[in-house]
Every structure is written in structure tokens, then in C-alpha cells.
């Protein structure tokens, strides 16, 4: 999967492409069949499916104090080659972004990606103040489209509900709406070594705050390179 990461630039695929845009933040179940649609779709007319995305997710700029982001960055995006992306528009969502206008945005996204087909969650919102919408990104050139929702008990599956699964301790219900347990990835960090001498290695996580939804000693597997999963206990806070 290859990952590109400014908004100008050469054309990505002169011939038109099949993409969504989204925050993707968990990649649920919901975003999975959006992504997948995408794949499928760009299978059958022999054309790259491409995601555009953001670092950190718009969310966490507008209301840092309260978001909770679900997982890292190279979690997502390799969630999404799994998935079988071809191609990211990884873009840095800051304060410039942000005030770019929805028309100038509909605009260059469609000569950075050479247009085509777009498939959307629903209610897609884009641009300065939430102005734009699927039928911006129509006046754009794209053939755009919105994919039904993935709805649990009566409910669309959202990055919302697994947040607020989660900060109630329901791993369960948040490992239904993912449709995996949750994880989180994370390189280890050097610590004091206290562990060994008690016989119980540890392991020092750097888990960045933003992420940190709830606290509390659990039972977990661990897994890591070259590592079978092992049974686990993690202390989180």
C-alpha cells in the first residue's frame, strides 16, 4: 500500500481511482464496510482504491481535552492494507486545514486523486465550518455516493459508541462494535528492571495519554515480532 502525504502533488491515478474519506479512527465495523465497498467496487472497474485520511483525527483538534483517539497511526494504516487499500492520502489535519474552504478542498482533492468514483459514510461533512457535502464533492467531478450504515441494535456502529464502551469498562460491547477484542500497539520502553528480580519480566509501554480511556489491572495476551501470544497482566494508569 502506498501512502502519500500532502494534498498537492502529482496526480495519483491519471485514469481515476474509487476513494472514501474518514477519520477511520478504530476502523470498526462500520468503516470496515465502507472500506470494503471501496475495494470491491475498485476491483470491478480494474481501478487503485484509495482512503483519505488524517493525522490526528479532526476530533482531536477540535476538542483535544475529551477525545479519545482508539488506536495508533501505523495501526490504522495497517488495518487498511489488510483491508486491501492500494493507496492513502495521509493528510496532517491542522489549524490551516482545517480553514480551507469546502470548495477549495473538493477542488484539489479531485487533482491530487484524478476523480472517479467516492463512497461515503453518511452525512459526510467537509471544509471550513462543516460547509461541505457529497454534493460539493459532486460539483467536483466525482461520482459520489453514500454507503449505507452498519447499524447495531437500531444504531449506526460509530467511533462514538466504542469511546464510550470503553471509558464504561464494556470490552465486550466495544469488542462487538470493532468486531475484534480492542488492542493497542506500542514500542517498549526502558525501564528500571524491577520486574525480573521479582521473577515477572515486564514490559514498559509508552501509551500515549490521548489513547488512555480507562485504568485498572487486567488480564491481556501480549504478542509482539517474533513473539508467540502470551497470557499477560497489564497495569494501565
Given at each position: 500500500?502506498?501512502?502519500?502525504?500532502?494534498?498537492?502533488?502529482?496526480?495519483?491515478?491519471?485514469?481515476?481511482?474509487?476513494?472514501?474519506?474518514?477519520?477511520?479512527?478504530?476502523?470498526?465495523r462500520?468503516?470496515q464496510?465502507?472500506?470494503?465497498?471501496?475495494?470491491?467496487?475498485?476491483r470491478?472497474?480494474q481501478r487503485?482504491a484509495?482512503?483519505?485520511?488524517?493525522?490526528?483525527?479532526?476530533?482531536?483538534?477540535?476538542?483535544?481535552?475529551?477525545t479519545?483517539?482508539?488506536?495508533s497511526?501505523?495501526?490504522?494504516?495497517?488495518?487498511?492494507?489488510m483491508?486491501?487499500?492500494?493507496?492513502?492520502l495521509?493528510?496532517?489535519?491542522?489549524?490551516?486545514l482545517?480553514?480551507?474552504?469546502a470548495?477549495?478542498?473538493a477542488?484539489?482533492?479531485?487533482?491530487?486523486?484524478?476523480?472517479?468514483?467516492?463512497r461515503?459514510?453518511?452525512?459526510?461533512?467537509?471544509?471550513?465550518?462543516?460547509?461541505?457535502?457529497?454534493d460539493s464533492l459532486a460539483?467536483?467531478g466525482?461520482?459520489?455516493?453514500?454507503?449505507?450504515p452498519?447499524?447495531?441494535?437500531?444504531?449506526?456502529?460509530?467511533s462514538?459508541r466504542?469511546?464510550?464502551?470503553l471509558?464504561?469498562?464494556?470490552?465486550?460491547?466495544?469488542?462487538?462494535?470493532?468486531?475484534?477484542p480492542?488492542r493497542?500497539?506500542?514500542?517498549v520502553?526502558r525501564?528500571?528492571q524491577?520486574?525480573?528480580?521479582?521473577g515477572?519480566?515486564?514490559a514498559?509501554?509508552r501509551?500515549?495519554?490521548?489513547?488512555?480511556?480507562f485504568?485498572?489491572?487486567?488480564?491481556?495476551?501480549v504478542?509482539?515480532?517474533?513473539?508467540?501470544r502470551?497470557?499477560?497482566?497489564?497495569?494501565?494508569?
Amino acid at each position: 500500500m502506498r501512502i502519500h502525504r500532502q494534498l498537492s502533488g502529482p496526480t495519483v491515478a491519471p485514469d481515476g481511482c474509487v476513494a472514501t474519506i474518514g477519520a477511520f479512527d478504530g476502523l470498526h465495523r462500520g468503516h470496515q464496510q465502507l472500506l470494503q465497498s471501496v475495494v470491491e467496487l475498485a476491483r470491478a472497474q480494474q481501478r487503485p482504491a484509495v482512503a483519505v485520511t488524517f493525522t490526528p483525527p479532526p476530533r482531536a483538534l477540535f476538542q483535544p481535552a475529551t477525545t479519545l483517539q482508539l488506536m495508533s497511526l501505523h495501526d490504522r494504516l495497517a488495518g487498511m492494507a489488510m483491508l486491501g487499500l492500494d493507496q492513502v492520502l495521509l493528510l496532517r489535519f491542522d489549524a490551516a486545514l482545517a480553514a480551507c474552504s469546502a470548495e477549495d478542498f473538493a477542488a484539489r482533492l479531485t487533482a491530487r486523486l484524478g476523480g472517479g468514483e467516492l463512497r461515503l459514510g453518511p452525512g459526510f461533512r467537509f471544509g471550513q465550518g462543516r460547509r461541505g457535502d457529497i454534493d460539493s464533492l459532486a460539483r467536483a467531478g466525482w461520482n459520489a455516493a453514500e454507503v449505507a450504515p452498519q447499524l447495531e441494535d437500531g444504531q449506526p456502529v460509530s467511533s462514538t459508541r466504542v469511546r464510550a464502551a470503553l471509558v464504561a469498562g464494556q470490552f465486550d460491547q466495544a469488542a462487538h462494535l470493532l468486531g475484534r477484542p480492542y488492542r493497542y500497539s506500542a514500542r517498549v520502553q526502558r525501564g528500571q528492571q524491577l520486574g525480573r528480580q521479582l521473577g515477572f519480566p515486564t514490559a514498559n509501554l509508552r501509551w500515549p495519554s490521548q489513547t488512555m480511556a480507562f485504568s485498572g489491572i487486567f488480564a491481556v495476551w501480549v504478542s509482539g515480532a517474533g513473539l508467540e501470544r502470551h497470557p499477560a497482566v497489564a497495569s494501565l494508569g
